[in-house]
């Protein structure tokens, strides 16, 4: 089914929405999910409560994708679950390795001062991204918002995981000015 | 901001991001579908290579030498369009750290300084310097026609033959590189060649022994990142004001060696930079 039929469906509020997103994009969320949330049980709960999100929020959205629009949501039912249960750093997943390797980029106070407009960091980011070269930006998204492993990463582009992890150390080391140049 | 937060700004990211990423399959390793191909491939060159010689030559032992396979150029062994390059066989050595090196001084009473012309460094060098391929916005430095090597008085053996040749993405009136408005760096890069060995006086890979080699076509390449920072530095953290891309790559081909040194560009410009002056086209396509 193609995705505007699927979102057709939601805004008629026809039930038959969700399986029909189950069907097509439950392996994506699910993906998504377990790069965050280790607990496979964990995952489904949180993909079934991406369903949910999806029928709260459609109508009045109307998202343009789809796909990202549902992996949004799985991304940060997700890491909301996983600060709730409040997991143990070394509990696995890739989601503390990510946090640690995000915390290059970013003070680490969480002050009045530091409190910024969040869109318009995410516009910078957007454009950070933009100026990357293509291969330096998929590595970043797949890694930052995907959560995917580095081996997983290298085995997708068919590079070295050292390859991929020093790409992705020069972009944060870049990305690192990023807040600063916008005051946060 | 902690950690935490820009992990979830991130989830704000433009959705065509993370589109343009779930569109790459992953890439498996069917190595069934690579065996049949090779032998397709190599049925075809073989029909390639015996077809000319019997049309062309008919006696019994003609097509079965094996030499017109073995010369052929990286161009013409590849598609006729663009040289395909794995970036997955590429390795980029991080430089631990940038050593400067006392430059030779040649004492005038022994020495000559003679300036070169372009025939005099085409006739020398077997070949045009400036590679096929120029990065975008990079423009040849307007004295690459010409450059000065040290002639020994009494010999009139050449002693020092270092030739670089600048391509940057702006110059001043007297032809010198100029930095970039946001980052005070220059943008483009620098390209030394010597039959005698010398290339650099400043970069090295660390440790020199451990440093991986790559292969662009039969051209054994040392490729070496380094995340350069720049000021001003911060007055209490020292923190830098941010950093810029410089890579290297050393090599040696036609009895020339060479030295490539980049700034404010991703290494896979260097690669391809690299292997359009390896190639001579500038029709380079690089596969991640």
Known sequence: MEDHEIVALYWARDEGAIPATAEKYGGYCTCVARNILEDARDAEECVNDTW?????????????????????????????????????????????????????????????????????????????????????RALFVRRYWHCDSIAAIAARYRITQGSAAMDLSRTRKKAACLPHRKGI | M?????????????????????????????????????????????????????????APSAHQDPAPAATQTPSAAQTPDAIHLDMGDIHINELSELTAAAPLWYDPELYDQVWWDQE???????????????????????????????????????????VVLHF????????????????????????SASRLGFIGDCLYVRPEDEAQVSCIGETEVIFGYRSMPYGPYDPDTHAPAGYYDLCVAEFTSGGIRYQIVMEQMAPEELVTVTASLLWGTDEIVLDF
Not at chain 2, 145 to 154: E, G
């Open chain 1, 52 to 136: 949910l999100a999806a029928w709260n929020a459609m109508p009045p959205h109307r998202p343009a994708r789809l796909s990202t629009f549902l992996g949004k949501l799985t991304r940060n039912l997700a890491f909301n679950r996983r600060k709730a249960r409040r997991a143990d750093k070394r509990g696995g997943g890739q989601l503390p390795l990510v946090l640690d390797e995000l915390g290059e980029c970013v003070s680490g106070r969480d002050s009045v001062e530091d409190a910024v407009d969040r869109k318009e960091l995410a516009a910078a980011i957007d454009q950070f991204l933009s100026d990357l070269p293509a291969h330096s």
């Open chain 2, 2 to 58: 902690t950690k935490e937060a820009l992990f979830e700004v991130l989830n704000d990211l433009d959705d065509a991001h993370i589109a343009q990423v779930e569109a790459v399959p992953v890439r498996k390793h069917h190595w069934k579908i690579w065996v049949g191909l090779a032998a397709c491939a190599t049925a075809v060159l073989a029909m390639c290579l015996t077809l000319p010689a019997l049309r062309t030559d008919p």
């Open chain 2, 120 to 162: 005099d460094l085409l006739s020398y060098f077997g070949r045009n310097l400036t590679p096929a391929y120029l990065p975008e916005g990079i423009s040849p430095a307007p004295w690459n026609d010409q450059a000065q090597v040290v002639v020994d008085k009494d010999s009139a053996a050449l002693v020092q033959d270092r």
């Open chain 2, 168 to 191: 940057y993405h702006a110059y001043d009136q007297q032809g010198n590189p100029q930095l970039t408005e946001d980052v005070p760096a220059r943008k483009g890069f620098s390209l």
